[in-house]
């Protein structure tokens, strides 16, 4: 008789693979949604920030431009400071620029969009320093760039060639910090995340 002399059949036992718990996919779940929220945090105070020293260092390239135009022109130029609520009812500060002209201050003529008001995001502080002291800001927004009595600016352009030797400092609720400042001839400093004195400006 002929054996069967096929060979037997050789399995290789299966693992059963073991998937993860719900608590696992809760956990990698939270960790991701840290991960990606710090992300944004970091990427939402680090944009502001950059905002926040754009805006300053335009201000100080019209600022110089203003001073020339008020020697040029014999009439003093301004900057009025005032702080206002967005659409969204979040608090922000806007620099308006004024013109010393007959009547009174007013909005700079002939100037178009040059002398457009700079506005800082929302939820900035804004601390203004003229003479070493430091400058209360108007809080009544709409009231002031209206052209109320109010409206006079806190920082002036003379046509003398002469300022307020001061410091601008800007902070966010992260307490990122950053500092303008300037001497009586209107010289700046770069903008910094320390206060630099007038006296110490580099020209």
């Known amino acids: 008789m002929i054996r069967d002399t096929l060979p037997a059949s050789r399995f ?55 001073i020339d135009e008020a020697q040029f022109s014999g009439a003093d130029f301004g900057l009025l400071i005032v702080e206002t609520q967005a659409d969204n009812g979040a608090s922000l500060f806007e620099l308006h620029w004024r013109q010393r002209l007959p009547d009174g201050w007013e909005r700079p003529v002939n100037s178009g969009d040059l002398f457009a008001a700079i506005q800082f995001p929302e939820d900035v502080e804004l601390q203004l320093t003229l003479d070493g002291e430091a400058i209360d800001l108007a809080t009544n927004g709409e009231q002031a760039v209206q052209g109320d009595a109010i409206s006079e600016p806190q920082w002036l352009f003379l046509a003398s060639g002469e300022t307020q030797p001061g410091e601008l400092a800007v902070w966010s609720t992260s307490d990122d910090r950053l500092y303008l400042s300037w001497d009586a001839l209107a010289r700046f400093s770069r903008v910094s995340e320390e206060p630099i004195p007038s006296d110490e400006i580099e020209l």
């Open 12 to 66: 290789t036992p299966v693992r059963r693979l073991r998937g993860f718990s719900l608590i696992e996919i809760l956990v990698v779940l939270m960790v991701m949604g840290l991960i990606t929220g710090l992300a944004v945090v970091a990427l939402t105070f680090g944009g502001q920030k950059q905002e926040v020293r754009e805006r300053l260092e335009y201000l100080s390239s019209l600022a110089v431009y203003a």
